[in-house]
Structure formats: structure tokens, C-alpha cells
């Protein structure tokens, strides 16, 4: 299993430090999906205990990154054709209602603009870190979010940045071809523009485009299902397929 050794730096406890060990080896693709999940080899692998690792799948089960199949079968979140379409239609509707709730739209163009800024920097620079990048680009939509000031709503939204955190990240790596340009010209500067000028119908259109945007890149560029075969999600690039799972 690729994972690697613990650190306890920035975690207040051992269940915090597993949790974000599994969900960076899940969005690196280190851990693929369909991949068999026990608390007995969590425990043997990482060192700790058994109620240290039920913690942190429970964790990750909520977060949509580990799928619970049976009472004793965990496994590593596979998203079909059909789950993506819906995580990105489930993403437009979360900001567009958060926009309808946020006091002053104009208001949260700083934190935004700070955010894209720092996306932009990371684009560039080698060697490239793809988690932080794609951290970066769901704290930017989070920030959407957060801003409407309504927990149910940022609770719905927390179930899934990790799926769109896992999306982006196979996207970046396997379809962008991992060139600092095209990185770069990732970003959400359309977005901050339209915040500035208040106009929420305006900002709500624009959402639902980069949305909607989005989840067509995925379905075309990325996944693309294979009829009963394990191997389910397939990454194109270039002219060469490549089998993730």
C-alpha cells in the first residue's frame, strides 16, 4: 500500500494525521480507485490503532473519497460517468444558491483574487506540487461557499470537494500533460471579475459555465467507462490510453 510514514506536525490528533494521509494518497492516485480498504492493514501499515484508522475511514467514507460496499468492504471511491456528471451539477447548484445568500459579493474579491494568485504562482512553479494546486483551486470555490454563512450549505458542499479534488488532480497529471502553461491558464480570473461588479445573476451564469465547463472536460477528456471490465476509468493522452484503476 503507498503511503507514507506519519508526521504529527500541524495535526492535533493521530486520527487527523491518518485522515490526511489517506486523502493525499487518494487524490495523488497513490491509492487507486476500487483498491480494498481493512482496518487491519491500515493499522499494521501506518502503526496505530484500529480505532485510529475506523476514525479516519468514517471520516473519509462523509467525505466521498472511500466507499462503504458491504459491512466489511471498504474501498477507494470509484466515480462513474454518472457520478461525475452529478458532482459538477451538484457543484454549480451549491455556489449559485451560496451566491443568493452571500451579503455583499463584491465584498470576498480579495480572498478570491489572493487565492488565484497564489494558484497561478504554484502553476509555475517546478517541481510541480499537484495537491497543493488542487487544494488551492477547492479552497477558492470553498471560499464561494463559506461566504453565504449557512452550514447546511457548506456541509453539502464539504461531501464534495474531495471527489472534485480527485478529478482535478488525474486532470492535471494525466490529461494537461503536467505543462506549466497550461497550468497556468487554469484559473478563475473570469470568476473575480464578475464578483466585482456585484451582479449576481451575472455571477450565478458564470459559475454554472465554469461548471458546466468542467464536467464536460472530464467526461471527454478524462473517464471514459469500460463495460465490464475492473479496469473502469481509462486517461487519455495524447494518442496513448492509459488504465488508472
Given at each position: 500500500m503507498a503511503l507514507s510514514s506519519l508526521s504529527s506536525q500541524g495535526f492535533s490528533s493521530l486520527s487527523q494525521?491518518?485522515?490526511?494521509?489517506?486523502?493525499?494518497?487518494?487524490?495523488?492516485?497513490?491509492l487507486k480507485a476500487k483498491t480494498q480498504i481493512t482496518e487491519n492493514e491500515l493499522s499494521s501499515t501506518l502503526g496505530v490503532s484500529r480505532?485510529?484508522?475506523?476514525?479516519?475511514?468514517?471520516?473519509?467514507?462523509?467525505?466521498?473519497?472511500?466507499?462503504?460496499?458491504?459491512?466489511?468492504?471498504?474501498?477507494?471511491?470509484y466515480y462513474s460517468e454518472t457520478d461525475i456528471r452529478e458532482i459538477y451539477e451538484m457543484r454549480g447548484c451549491l455556489e449559485t444558491s451560496a451566491v443568493?445568500?452571500?451579503?455583499?459579493?463584491?465584498?470576498?474579491?480579495?480572498?478570491?483574487?489572493?487565492?488565484?494568485?497564489?494558484?497561478?504562482?504554484?502553476?509555475?512553479?517546478?517541481?510541480?506540487?499537484?495537491?497543493?494546486?488542487?487544494?488551492?483551486?477547492?479552497?477558492?470555490?470553498t471560499e464561494i461557499v463559506k461566504a453565504a454563512g449557512n452550514s447546511l450549505l457548506l456541509d453539502a458542499w464539504n461531501r464534495i470537494v474531495g471527489p472534485l479534488q480527485v478529478l482535478l488532480h488525474r486532470y492535471i497529471y494525466y490529461v494537461v500533460n503536467n505543462s506549466p502553461e497550461k497550468r497556468a491558464s487554469y484559473d478563475h480570473q473570469r470568476i473575480i471579475n464578475v464578483f466585482s461588479t456585484g451582479d449576481r445573476e451575472l455571477i450565478k451564469m458564470t459559475l454554472l459555465d465554469h461548471s458546466d465547463l468542467m464536467?464536460?472536460?472530464?467526461l471527454e477528456k478524462l473517464v471514459k467507462p469500460l463495460e465490464e471490465q475492473e479496469a473502469s476509468i481509462y486517461l487519455i493522452n495524447d494518442d496513448r490510453v492509459k488504465a488508472s484503476v
Amino acid at each position: 500500500m503507498a503511503l507514507s510514514s506519519l508526521s504529527s506536525q500541524g495535526f492535533s490528533s493521530l486520527s487527523q494525521q491518518v485522515t490526511a494521509e489517506l486523502r493525499r494518497a487518494i487524490i495523488e492516485n497513490r491509492l487507486k480507485a476500487k483498491t480494498q480498504i481493512t482496518e487491519n492493514e491500515l493499522s499494521s501499515t501506518l502503526g496505530v490503532s484500529r480505532t485510529v484508522v475506523r476514525e479516519a475511514m468514517i471520516t473519509l467514507i462523509n467525505d466521498g473519497l472511500l466507499q462503504k460496499v458491504s459491512s466489511h468492504n471498504t474501498r477507494v471511491a470509484y466515480y462513474s460517468e454518472t457520478d461525475i456528471r452529478e458532482i459538477y451539477e451538484m457543484r454549480g447548484c451549491l455556489e449559485t444558491s451560496a451566491v443568493g445568500l452571500i451579503p455583499d459579493p463584491a465584498a470576498i474579491c480579495g480572498i478570491l483574487q489572493k487565492n488565484n494568485d497564489e494558484s497561478i504562482a504554484l502553476s509555475l512553479r517546478e517541481p510541480f506540487d499537484g495537491y497543493a494546486f488542487v487544494c488551492l483551486d477547492s479552497d477558492f470555490h470553498t471560499e464561494i461557499v463559506k461566504a453565504a454563512g449557512n452550514s447546511l450549505l457548506l456541509d453539502a458542499w464539504n461531501r464534495i470537494v474531495g471527489p472534485l479534488q480527485v478529478l482535478l488532480h488525474r486532470y492535471i497529471y494525466y490529461v494537461v500533460n503536467n505543462s506549466p502553461e497550461k497550468r497556468a491558464s487554469y484559473d478563475h480570473q473570469r470568476i473575480i471579475n464578475v464578483f466585482s461588479t456585484g451582479d449576481r445573476e451575472l455571477i450565478k451564469m458564470t459559475l454554472l459555465d465554469h461548471s458546466d465547463l468542467m464536467k464536460q472536460i472530464m467526461l471527454e477528456k478524462l473517464v471514459k467507462p469500460l463495460e465490464e471490465q475492473e479496469a473502469s476509468i481509462y486517461l487519455i493522452n495524447d494518442d496513448r490510453v492509459k488504465a488508472s484503476v
